[in-house]
């Protein structure tokens, strides 16, 4: 089986992404992930552009990888300068990797209007840089940046830049689609082009910016690239970077091309939320593969034929990159989806048995009050559980109370919140803060819980959604209101229905605590 390398930019370049900061703590977690996932190259930043960086590749080195290298990353020497007299080399250096990441300029447009120096001053850069690198001893990869712009513009320049890069050492000539401005018959022919003279060296960068890195990415393997650098989740700067969440199972499930061991593809789900939720940043539910919605099915038709043949509207089995199938619950699924739904939590329900027809019924029922169970397949999970005598409640509201604060010029928006539990014979009582009612009931009923069950510390609340179920009743209308919630690995979704909007996020946010210790006892059974 053909082998492709995958060179994962997360803690580089997906941090320039916007809304997305690391600390040290998280580029060593995430590290670890990687090398769990089978990563072969991991670029982790540039030592000389800041202290936090340093500090990173000085703790990493104390890690015991399994497969992922680590990479530090910089540009060429400046024009006029040597590279052992250029600060910036000496500070990659400093990293201690055995492999650098080298960028330099392959545009003429940027030599002459972003660097201001000559043609061939720039090549003397590029060639120095990588020379002197590997004279001390380090395996070098050239990044041609804006490679294929600059194959447009000037397609013998372009090429002049990396023969001087492998001339002096480089052991990779990764082609850089900076602007991400190409299409896939561009990538697939340049790149074949590359290959043609430079044969089993060079490697393929995509941004996302006409939303083709993916395609660009495969389209330069089939092309020829042994090695394909992107970010695991597609953060990065503008539109992002190619997404290797994707891109890794379309390379070995359907191109049958190997970049990670096969026994690692079930992880490629847990490490997209481990790293989504690292970067507190909402996994897109639709994301190819490992998506929550990635393998949903509503439509009757859809439902009926994923239970007869899997492969009927599913391209490949959910289990196979660790995700699963989901059947949504709702009025076009059919009643058929809704019994399947229900034998998934108890396997002994046929579609004669009386307990059933009695689940059936409360759904209706749950239904006109305005409950929706599409999405929130935990609190139906629980409303199956419940009335099959199966579920113990763990805790009992006894009360709550919020008060909102609200200074005269709108700047504050400050609530606070008090709630009593019972658990077993004991209370507790406890208030806190918040942001809001909302932010600050969840705060209070955590901090309350947690004195009983620590694991609830695990979890936080990712996302909030509130739909007026009735706008014709104005202000007296119901609302139904989404709870998304997450404890790093896993994700579930409540729904709570009242026409208090403080009532259904109430509702939603005691489902989503009482679903996370009836899979966390769940758990501890096994």
Not at 211 to 233: E, F
Not at 334 to 354: H, W
Not at 428 to 437: L, M, R, S
Not at 448 to 457: K, Q, S, T
Request: glycine share 6%; with cysteine; proline share 3%.
């Amino acid at each position: 089986m053909r082998q492709v390398e995958i060179f994962d930019s997360t803690l580089r370049d997906g941090a320039q992404g916007e809304n997305i900061s690391f600390t040290v703590e998280d580029k060593l977690r995430i590290l670890k992930y990687l090398d769990k996932l089978g990563i072969r190259y991991a670029e982790a930043g540039n030592p000389s552009s800041n202290p936090k960086d340093m500090e990173f590749f000085e703790r990493a080195a104390q890690l015991e990888l399994q497969t992922t290298k680590l990479v530090a990353f910089g540009s060429t020497c400046r024009r006029g300068q040597l590279p052992e007299e250029d600060k910036s080399c000496a500070q990659l250096l400093s990293a201690g990797t055995s492999i650098v990441t080298i960028f330099g300029k392959s545009s003429e447009f940027h030599v002459n209007h972003v660097l201001q120096t000559s043609l061939e001053e720039n090549l003397r850069m590029i060639s120095d840089t990588v020379s002197f690198l590997r004279m001390q001893g380090k395996q070098v990869f050239f990044d041609a940046e804006h490679f294929f712009d600059g194959y447009k513009l000037n397609p013998n320049y372009a090429l002049d830049t990396l023969r001087a890069a492998v001339k002096a050492g480089a052991e990779r000539l990764v082609l850089c689609d900076t602007n991400g401005g190409c299409f896939p018959h561009e990538i697939s022919k340049i790149t074949s082009l590359v290959v043609a003279e430079f044969g089993k060296k060079v490697g393929i960068h995509c941004h996302n910016d006409c939303g083709c890195a993916v395609a660009n990415s495969l389209a330069a393997v089939q092309a020829g690239a042994v090695q394909v650098q992107g970010t695991y989740l597609g953060f990065g700067e503008r539109c992002g970077n190619a997404n290797l969440s994707t891109i890794i199972p379309c390379l070995q499930l359907k191109l049958g091309i190997s970049c990670i061991p096969e026994e690692k593809l079930i992880r490629l789900t847990k490490t997209a939320r481990y790293i989504a939720e690292i970067a507190n940043h909402m996994l897109p539910a639709e994301l190819p593969f490992v998506g929550k919605s990635a393998f949903a099915h509503k439509g009757g038709m859809h439902v009926d034929g994923v239970n007869k043949i899997s492969s009927s509207f599913e391209h490949i089995p959910p289990e196979t990159v660790g995700n699963h199938r989901n059947i949504l619950i709702s009025e076009v699924s059919g009643r058929t989806a809704i019994l399947n739904k229900i034998t998934e939590i108890d396997s002994t329900l046929t579609k004669e048995s009386e307990k059933t027809q009695e689940l059936m019924d409360l759904l209706k029922e749950m239904e006109h009050q305005g409950y929706q169970y599409e999405s929130a397949v935990a609190s139906f999970e629980l409303m199956v559980l419940k009335q099959l005598g199966r579920l113990k409640p763990q805790f009992t509201i006894e009360t709550f109370k919020v008060i909102g604060e609200q200074t005269k010029d709108y700047q504050s928006d400050l609530s606070s919140a008090m709630v009593k539990v019972k658990v077993d014979e004991q209370y507790e009582i406890t208030a806190d803060e918040g942001e809001g009612p909302v932010n600050a009931l969840d705060k209070a009923l955590r901090k309350a819980l947690e004195v009983f069950y620590p694991v609830i510390a695990q979890m936080r609340l990712i996302d909030y959604k509130v739909r007026v179920m009735e706008p014709k009743q104005a202000t007296a209308a119901k609302v139904r209101v989404f709870i998304e919630s997450t404890d790093g690995e896993n994700v579930w979704t409540t729904v709570g229905v009242s026409t208090d909007i403080i009532n259904a996020s109430f509702k939603a946010l005691t489902d989503s605590i009482e679903y996370k210790l009836y899979k966390y006892g769940e758990a501890r059974q096994e």
